[in-house]
């Protein structure tokens, strides 16, 4: 299973035996969860009360990276950890803290994503809660969030998502300038700036003292680990490993001093600025953008110098990937639900083409496939992206590593995702230059400001629900559109364009409510976010003097997340056709059948009619053509509206869509009633762009060309297409090669993206049911990679009803 | 056929199996042969057949009704004698969980063709296209040639997957338009062939070497069924002809049985001929693959 895809090895220098060793380790880890971030965050607080918050965060960051445990992960070349032991989860009390003191004897108990935790852990937590009684990050979102917003969420229609209580995440930092400036150079710019600036206003000088602070701070956190290193290779009786200690030691004492000193040290800063992000603040999708492209110049020039072989890259590539996993974040429950599996998102991107179009793919690009094929875990979330322009021997390679069916890569293609990016505006050599952030969000590396896609989920499906009720919720009761006018869920729409127009109405309450929401939580976020050093690495903070929830990026885009397009496209197209044309139901049944969740004889005959109408994934233009006016719809409405930073210096601030929608689908059909396209109450909803589960019934290319009639090309927030294929459908030579060949007329046919899980539904039923025979089974969830045997029961479910696709 | 329409069982997307690249395969309905390891006994006949899938059934009781006692309940589903029920066909409208399935639509040359036509751009970038399949599909020559003229105006790689039962009229003509032959042999030996498929093959084999003569490319296809056409002697006569005339031969494919088709048998309400049959273990042909390589055919299992 695991092993490497094309590389022929011709040294020594990469130890694929302790390279299996610490996989292994990582596999078998335990989430926990750990509370000293939590004490050390309280405590500097509370001695800096009078602070402006940057510098009090900023304090804060320092006294945790000058008293947190530190140690180095056994065999790793790569160190650096996050909290007190491997993949044990840091406490944020800043952000909201309520949840964690009740689920306190719960976390162990999930039925997925569970972490263990002890008696004095908690009774740590539950000693500083007090404190931060009323000053939370959440508590500032309850108190400004509208009662008509609950309402909305009561009806299950809105879904406050992780920003409303957790930092925001989703930064690609520029790590060329990193790279370039060391956290000495940064520190040194922020210093001009308050000696040189004239006119600075508070904010601006509360900025860069920060960030000077965060920088300072992070030098000392390298310096203990050349301390630690030189320690433990004093204790260490291996030749081999006490040199490598000694080497780390010495490069630790002067990292970041100034600029990477070869591809070794560059390396270890990317893992450490990332890891220091999330020690800052608790986002998420902290990603690592165009990997193969911003260490070119380190690798390139070690390999000229002789300093470095290409095994010797491999395992520094593959020490470093795995210790990302040694990362955790642990959510609340409700939306853990949303994002099962442990996930943090970090995507790292390789491949594609250059700013001039010429194609970057490198000797990196390779390494990293390989790299993954060597691990197989979770983290990173390995994306790769190709056009024309791409070498077929760089595909192949990518067709080997999902053949392992580690559901990695997924894989972008240039030429869609650049034509949508520069439908925000951006120049096409910009536009070029495009990461993935998180799952499928597309970004520009560096220069992008958080990226808060879906943190506002709006439930597509339960608004097609509303729709059929004249906007009043069956489950609830709760009504606050009457679409006809009267209270009271009779419709009686006279056609298919009324339904539509309702469908639009409905659309446009609810997203002003989801912005509204967005905004409560970005000007909280404001205040609670003001992350001095993430934002010092994004293009334009550090020249404005602004943190990014303020206004210091490039560009500011949000996406707005949707759940369900396929579900409101075949509930239409069913409406539509056996309603208007064919009139084979009238209104009444079919409403009434799904208000009794097509119960019964009648019920069923209605729901057979319903389910027999015409489903989107079947290259049906009828159907597939309601779906993407479905979209069109949300495409036309999302750029009426700005963030918070609109006119603060960010290009852009407007929304744009996405269909990242990670676990979501599986919850929120928890809240949707019987749906016109047959779908019962209470099942999931369709994942990002696909069909709707099991609606696709004519094969993967017929799925590839309904998503191809989408609006792709305009979805800059990222199109998230996911299948299932067979194991046997990727095996052998001949088959690798169709399987290629397959994801290059997907590119062809205009397909965003695309992720592929290659696993049996006889191997799921049987890991679901003996999760401990499969300790390692990874499958791509939507967006992102996780453990099977860490995810909730009806996420499984889900899966395993995802179409197979299978040679025939 | 009525009119210029066909009787189509599948048309299956995405195919790997038959021949180059990825492609559509239509399975025509109507067989010339009566294979004991047929795995598409859908196709066998020329009539539209209903599918019963008894473990959706709810037993509302609906078809119970309709069938004028050709139907009653059983544990699991309903019991239907196929025989005396007239009606069945209507069952696929009346029942409410999808229990009754019909198999079988009929398409004209052009409604064909535009399905077909869907998936070019992934013939094109992998080397594919259409395999008109069956059933046997050149007994509806004259159908087929008309789809495959208008598939050929868009310049589609064609197969006609074949057992090369039919009149030689039919066969010559196709031969001149598609683009490549699967060719079935399926015994060697005449009297195996009677045994395993009803006819006698002289046919089939003189229908290989006028086609060989025409300098039609071909892929043989040998199915290898245990104890039923799997006699060593025979399956080395096989290779043996077909080595014999392989200069249009660019590969031969040995495929294993599987029983992959059972399920059908029972939801058509048909008996399978060979339920006790063993699989094959998946090495078994192994010999054959190099004793066809030392004969200097190109050979696959599997295709």
């Given at each position: 299973m695991y092993g490497l895809l094309s590389m022929e090895i011709t040294n020594q220098d990469c130890d694929f035996t302790r390279i299996e060793a610490m996989r292994n380790r990582m596999y078998h880890r335990k989430a926990t969860i750990c509370a000293q971030r939590a004490e050390i965050i309280t405590a500097s607080f509370q001695k800096h009360e009078e602070d402006p918050i940057v510098i009090k965060r900023a304090k804060a960051f320092a006294d945790i990276l000058d008293q947190m445990d530190i140690y180095i992960e056994q065999d790793t070349l790569i160190a650096g950890n996050q909290a007190s032991r491997n993949f044990a989860a840091p406490i944020f009390p800043e952000y909201s803290i309520d949840w964690i003191i009740e689920e306190l004897d719960e976390f162990d108990k999930r039925s997925g994503d569970a972490f263990s935790i002890d008696e004095e852990t908690k009774e740590k937590l539950r000693k500083i809660a007090p404190y931060w009684k009323g000053k939370t990050h959440q508590d500032e979102v309850l108190k400004n969030l509208s009662p008509i917003n609950r309402l909305a969420e009561q009806q299950g229609v809105l879904h406050r998502g992780g920003i409303s209580m957790s930092g925001d995440g989703h930064i690609i930092p520029n790590y060329e300038f990193v790279l370039a400036n060391g956290f000495g150079g940064m520190r040194e710019i922020a210093k001009q700036h308050l000696q040189n600036d004239q006119d600075l206003s508070e904010e601006q000088i509360a900025f860069y003292e920060a960030s000077i602070i965060t920088m300072d701070a992070a030098l000392r956190y390298c310096k203990r680990f050349a301390k630690r290193a030189k320690e433990e290779a004093n204790a260490c009786g291996d030749v081999k490993r006490k040199s490598e200690l000694l080497d780390m030691s010495q490069m630790f004492a002067h990292l970041m001093e100034g600029k990477a000193q070869s591809f070794y040290e560059a390396v270890e800063t990317v893992y450490l600025v990332h890891l220091l992000m999330m020690i800052e603040s608790n986002g998420h999708s902290f990603s690592f953008g165009r990997f193969d492209q911003y260490m070119w110049p380190y690798y390139e020039k070690d390999r000229a110098n002789g300093m470095l072989s290409k095994e010797k890259a491999l395992e520094l590539i593959t020490h470093f990937f795995i210790m990302t996993n040694s990362l955790n974040k642990v959510r609340p429950w409700d939306h853990t639900q949303y994002s099962g599996g442990y996930p943090l998102y970090s995507?790292?991107?390789?491949?594609?083409?250059?700013?001039?179009?010429?194609?970057?793919?490198?000797?990196?690009?390779?390494?990293?496939?390989?790299?993954?094929?060597?691990?197989?875990?979770?983290?990173?979330?390995?994306?790769?992206?190709?056009?024309?322009?791409?070498?077929?021997?760089?595909?192949?390679?990518?067709?080997?590593?999902?053949?392992?069916?580690?559901?990695?890569?997924?894989?972008?293609?240039?030429?869609?995702?650049?034509?949508?990016?520069?439908?925000?505006?951006?120049?096409?050599?910009?536009?070029?230059?495009?990461?993935?952030?998180?799952?499928?969000?597309?970004?520009?590396?560096?220069?992008?400001?958080?990226?808060?896609?879906?943190?506002?989920?709006?439930?597509?499906?339960?608004?097609?629900?509303?729709?059929?009720?004249?906007?009043?919720?069956?489950?609830?009761?709760?009504?606050?559109?009457?679409?006809?006018?009267?209270?009271?869920?009779?419709?009686?729409?006279?056609?298919?364009?009324?339904?539509?127009?309702?469908?639009?109405?409905?659309?446009?309450?609810?997203?002003?409510?989801?912005?509204?929401?967005?905004?409560?939580?970005?000007?909280?976020?404001?205040?609670?976010?003001?992350?001095?050093?993430?934002?010092?690495?994004?293009?334009?903070?550090?020249?404005?003097?602004?943190?990014?929830?303020?206004?210091?990026?490039?560009?500011?885009?949000?996406?707005?997340?949707?759940?369900?397009?396929?579900?409101?496209?075949?509930?239409?197209?069913?409406?539509?056709?056996?309603?208007?044309?064919?009139?084979?139901?009238?209104?009444?049944?079919?409403?009434?059948?799904?208000?009794?969740?097509?119960?019964?004889?009648?019920?069923?005959?209605?729901?057979?009619?319903?389910?027999?109408?015409?489903?989107?994934?079947?290259?049906?233009?009828?159907?597939?053509?309601?779906?993407?006016d479905v979209y069109e719809s949300y495409l036309k409405l999302l750029p009426l509206y700005h963030t918070d930073r609109y006119g603060k210096g960010p290009i852009g601030c407007t929304y744009t869509m996405s269909t990242s929608n990670i676990t979501s689908y599986v919850p929120n059909g928890f809240d949707v009633g019987a749906t016109p396209d047959g779908r019962l109450a209470t099942m999931p909803l369709n994942e990002g762009c696909s069909p709707c589960l099991s609606a696709d019934k004519e094969g993967p290319t017929a799925v590839i060309n309904s998503v191809s009639k989408l609006p792709n090309q305009k979805m800059a927030g990222g199109q998230l297409l996911n299948m299932r294929f067979t194991p046997g459908a990727l095996a052998g030579e001949d088959n690798l090669e169709k399987f290629t060949c397959f994801m290059e007329a997907g590119r062809k046919k205009n397909i965003f993206h695309n992720q592929f899980n290659i696993v049996d539904s006889e191997t799921l039923k049987k890991a679901k049911a003996h999760p401990e025979d499969y300790p390692d089974l990874m499958v791509r969830v939507a967006g992102y990679c996780a453990l099977f045997s860490t995810l909730m029961p009806e996420a499984q479910d889900a899966i395993i009803a995802r179409s197979e696709h299978d040679w025939r | 056929?009525?009119?210029?329409?066909?009787?189509?069982?599948?048309?299956?997307?995405?195919?790997?199996?038959?021949?180059?690249?990825?492609?559509?395969?239509?399975?025509?309905?109507?067989?010339?042969?009566?294979?004991?390891?047929?795995?598409?006994?859908?196709?066998?006949?020329?009539?539209?057949?209903?599918?019963?899938?008894?473990?959706?059934?709810?037993?509302?009781?609906?078809?119970?009704?309709?069938?004028?006692?050709?139907?009653?309940?059983?544990?699991?589903?309903?019991?239907?004698?196929?025989?005396?029920?007239?009606?069945?066909?209507?069952?696929?409208?009346?029942?409410?969980?999808?229990?009754?399935?019909?198999?079988?639509?009929?398409?004209?040359?052009?409604?064909?063709?535009?399905?077909?036509?869907?998936?070019?751009?992934?013939?094109?970038?992998?080397?594919?296209?259409?395999?008109?399949?069956?059933?046997?599909?050149?007994?509806?020559?004259?159908?087929?040639?008309?789809?495959?003229?208008?598939?050929?105006?868009h310049g589609i790689h064609i197969c006609l997957d074949t057992a090369g039962y039919v009149s030689w009229e039919h066969l010559d003509a196709l031969s001149d338009v598609v683009d490549l032959i699967l060719y079935d042999i399926k015994a060697f030996d005449p009297l195996i062939h009677k045994r395993c498929t009803g006819y006698s093959n002289e046919k089939i084999l003189d229908h290989f070497i006028r086609l060989v003569q025409k300098k039609v490319p071909m892929r043989v296809r040998m199915i290898v069924v245990p104890d039923q056409n799997d006699d060593v002697q025979d399956l080395k006569a096989r290779i043996d002809f077909v080595a014999k005339h392989r200069d249009c031969v660019e590969q031969v494919d040995l495929l294993n049985y599987h029983i992959y088709g059972i399920g059908k048998y029972e939801k058509l309400g048909m008996i399978y001929p060979l339920a006790d049959q063993r699989s094959a273990a998946d090495d078994s042909l192994k010999w054959l693959l190099e004793y066809g390589e030392a004969k200097g055919l190109r050979m696959t299992i599997g295709g």
């Open positions: 995507n790292l991107m390789v491949g594609g083409m250059k700013p001039d179009g010429s194609d970057g793919t490198n000797d990196l690009s390779y390494l990293c496939l390989e790299a993954m094929a060597l691990t197989g875990l979770p983290e990173p979330n390995l994306s790769a992206r190709f056009f024309a322009g791409s070498d077929h021997a760089f595909m192949k390679d990518v067709a080997r590593l999902i053949r392992k069916g580690f559901g990695m890569p997924s894989i972008f293609c240039d030429e869609v995702c650049i034509p949508a990016m520069m439908s925000l505006g951006l120049k096409e050599e910009v536009a070029r230059e495009y990461a993935s952030m998180g799952c499928v969000e597309t970004a520009i590396p560096g220069r992008w400001g958080h990226r808060a896609t879906g943190m506002t989920y709006v439930n597509f499906g339960k608004i097609i629900e509303l729709v059929m009720y004249n906007g009043y919720d069956p489950s609830t009761g709760i009504q606050l559109v009457k679409l006809n006018g009267e209270a009271g869920k009779a419709i009686h729409y006279q056609s298919y364009e009324e339904v539509f127009a309702a469908w639009e109405t409905l659309l446009r309450y609810y997203t002003d409510l989801a912005i509204d929401c967005d905004l409560v939580c970005d000007r909280a976020l404001k205040y609670h976010d003001a992350d001095a050093f993430a934002s010092s690495t994004v293009n334009c903070c550090l020249a404005r003097g602004k943190t990014l929830k303020n206004g210091g990026a490039e560009y500011d885009y949000v996406s707005s997340s949707n759940i369900g397009p396929s579900v409101v496209g075949d509930s239409l197209a069913a409406i539509k056709k056996l309603v208007f044309e064919e009139k084979k139901l009238t209104l009444e049944q079919l409403q009434d059948a799904m208000l009794h969740n097509f119960a019964g004889l009648e019920g069923a005959k209605i729901r057979k009619l319903c389910k027999n109408a015409p489903k989107f994934g079947n290259d049906d233009d009828y159907v597939d053509q309601i779906v993407a | 056929m009525t009119g210029d329409k066909a009787l189509i069982s599948k048309i299956q997307r995405y195919s790997t199996k038959d021949g180059p690249g990825l492609r559509t395969t239509v399975f025509f309905m109507g067989c010339s042969l009566r294979c004991n390891w047929c795995a598409n006994p859908e196709t066998l006949s020329a009539k539209p057949q209903v599918y019963y899938f008894k473990e959706r059934c709810q037993h509302c009781g609906l078809c119970v009704q309709a069938g004028n006692g050709a139907i009653s309940f059983d544990q699991v589903g309903c019991l239907i004698d196929r025989d005396h029920c007239q009606n069945l066909a209507e069952m696929v409208e009346l029942c409410p969980f999808d229990a009754y399935e019909t198999v079988g639509m009929w398409k004209s040359a052009e409604e064909l063709a535009e399905i077909l036509l869907k998936d070019q751009t992934f013939y094109e970038s992998t080397g594919g296209g259409v395999t008109f399949s069956g059933g046997e599909a050149a007994l509806q020559s004259a159908f087929v040639l008309h789809c495959a003229k208008l598939l050929k105006q």
